[in-house]
């Protein structure tokens, strides 16, 4: 509707390195995978029309990234069925420490909530050297629990680069967790690089057609969790529902849309609505 494909075309016609892809609306992750299928290059990577990432809840779950303050304490009022909480200051830790982040991190633990702190990989582009010294930033500034690794590749060739991360974040043999997102199916190699994996983050439509890949079903549901934004309060009992069918142990369920679904907490109705379905 807003006359991008003309404008992507006409840079088509202008530059030989520029390729148009078409295909079926599947979600921004299967269009962001078959892009990178189809690139060729040194360094891949990915934009998107949203602003530098807040992160969701985990429910059952999960919750994401809005700023500290009233939302975060009401996502905190939610435990046990609120369990994980990402923290990404600035797409990151940030380059200081900020003491109301400390504050609030330290409120979600004792909570009971596990918090995780945001890292982006780039699809494995990003020199390693770079994330983990993001990791160490998390954990000297804010203490989280663990680490989860954004633009996750899918295929077993670059998999090596998230089972050395996972091992750095593990070293002294701490119970951190790892979360990898490719927010799509992966290839079952990443099983090894990470203890919970987002095998789907996608918008409900698509969720009522998602199925997951066979070899799932081998682990335990623990091990996967999904993101469902624009869902509206009718379809969230569904939501919910296909999240334990298709072998999801965290789902967040949002009816916030793109371009950032995960920015902000549900209205009041909805949040209590969740949380029940979550227990």
């Known amino acids: 509707t807003d006359n991008s494909l003309a404008v992507i075309a006409e840079w088509r016609d202008r530059l030989q390195n520029v390729q148009v892809l078409e295909q079926e609306n599947q ?20 934009t998107a029309a949203a602003d530098p990432p807040d992160e969701p809840p985990g429910v059952r779950s999960n919750a ?21 909480a990402i ?3 600035d797409s990151g830790p940030g380059d200081a420490p900020d003491q109301a982040f400390a504050d609030q ?19 494995a ?23 989860f690794l954004d633009e996750t590749t899918t295929g077993c060739d670059q998999e ?51 199925a997951p890949d066979p070899w799932v079903r081998n682990y335990p549901a623990a091990r996967f969790w999904h993101l469902v934004h624009s869902t509206t309060e009718q379809q969230l009992p569904d939501a919910m529902a296909r999240s334990e069918q298709n072998h999801a142990g965290s ?13 902000t907490l549900p209205p009041d109705s909805y949040w209590t609505t969740e ?3 979550a227990r």
């Open 27 to 46: 979600g921004v992750s299967v269009a962001r995978n078959t892009g990178l299928a189809a690139a060729s290059g040194t360094i891949p990577a990915a």
């Open 125 to 147: 582009s990003r020199d390693a050297g770079e994330v983990k010294a993001e990791i160490d930033r998390y954990r000297e500034w804010y203490g989280v629990g663990g680490i």
């Open 275 to 277: 949380l029940s379905l």
């Open 251 to 263: 789902v967040y369920v949002t009816p916030d849309v793109m371009d950032n679904p995960w920015d």
């Open 105 to 123: 991190v330290k409120r979600a633990r004792d909570a009971g909530i596990r918090v995780l702190g945001y890292v982006r990989t780039g699809y």
């Open 87 to 89: 923290l990404n200051p």
């Open 64 to 84: 994401h990234g809005f700023r500290v303050g009233p939302l975060w304490d009401r996502m905190g009022s939610g435990a046990p069925a609120v369990g994980t």
């Open 160 to 210: 090596p680069y998230y089972e050395d991360l996972h091992r750095y974040v593990k070293q002294g043999g701490n119970d951190d967790q790892v979360v990898l997102n490719p927010g799509t199916g992966v290839a079952e190699c990443y099983m090894k690089a990470g203890d919970v994996v987002v095998n789907f983050e996608s918008e409900y439509q698509e969720y009522t057609e998602y």
